[in-house]
């Protein structure tokens, strides 16, 4: 019988989800990346890793749908009989200033960023009270604590992250669980390196004291960290890992 732990990370096969999923492998737990609905490539990036020695089982969950969340949570619980520990990674980002953003682009951030932390902690929590143990990780981001040009969306999504945290912290803290934000400040995943170039260094670089993009790897690090035995008595804490661009 598999008695490791079993971790889930949303939003698994992006940049950071990745880095998370391969970090928390190495460390020892069992681990489920969940994926969109738009997401075709599951297999292919399951048989990469597979290549890599990182076994990580993949399920197509849309994070914004209460429905498929539950669903995906039964089905998980089904195959590995648990879930010990839960990162909510999803996030995408639909910038415009507030002037011309649309309806649709607000409602879609916030479905995606924030609904998403409900969705998939709320059937999670459950497994996690009966077995008095548990870790979650919410990864909020810098600009959730500083805001953005152009990403009142996205900033107000990940500020409200942090909020859930606290909240749900209190809820739990004497049940064994604990519940973290992490915010990543710019990293060297697709989405920054989206960003024009220059933009990357004229504007966004030299807000870093650090003088470089962090990489997801680092991320990940703090991650497994709060997710073992030794960070059991940090709890609703937003950890910033930016490089010095925001302190506070």
């Not at 220059?198 to 680092?218: H, Q």
Request: a neutral charge; one cysteine or more; proline letters at 3%.
């Amino acid at each position: 019988m598999d008695d490791r732990k079993v971790a889930v990370v949303t939003g698994g096969m992006g940049g950071l989800g990745d880095a998370i999923c391969t970090r928390l492998f190495r460390s020892g737990y069992r681990v489920v990346a969940t994926y969109s609905p738009r997401n075709q490539s599951a297999d292919e990036w399951v048989d990469v890793h597979r290549k890599e020695g990182i076994e990580v089982a993949a399920y197509k969950v849309d994070v914004s749908d209460y429905a498929s969340c539950d669903a995906g949570v039964r089905q998980i619980v089904s195959d590995t009989g648990r879930i010990d520990i839960l990162v909510n990674n999803a996030g995408i980002t639909k910038d415009a200033t507030l002037k011309k953003m649309t309806l649709e682009d607000w409602q879609t951030v916030l479905r995606t960023n924030l609904d998403s932390v409900f969705n998939m902690t709320r059937p999670v929590l459950h497994g996690m009270l009966e077995s008095q143990w548990g870790r979650i990780i919410n990864i909020s981001s810098v600009n959730g604590q500083k805001g953005a040009f152009g990403q009142v969306n996205y900033s107000a999504a990940k500020a409200g992250v942090h909020g859930f945290t606290k909240a749900l912290a209190l809820e739990v803290a004497s049940k064994g669980i604990t519940v973290n934000t992490v915010s990543p400040g710019y990293l060297r995943t697709k989405m920054v390196m989206k960003v024009p170039q220059d933009i990357l260094e004229s504007k966004i670089l030299p807000e870093i004291p650090v003088g470089r993009l962090g990489e997801p790897d680092e991320v990940a690090g703090l991650v497994a960290y709060l997710c073992s035995d030794e960070a059991a008595f940090v709890t609703g804490a937003n950890i910033a890992i930016n490089g010095g661009q925001h302190m506070h």
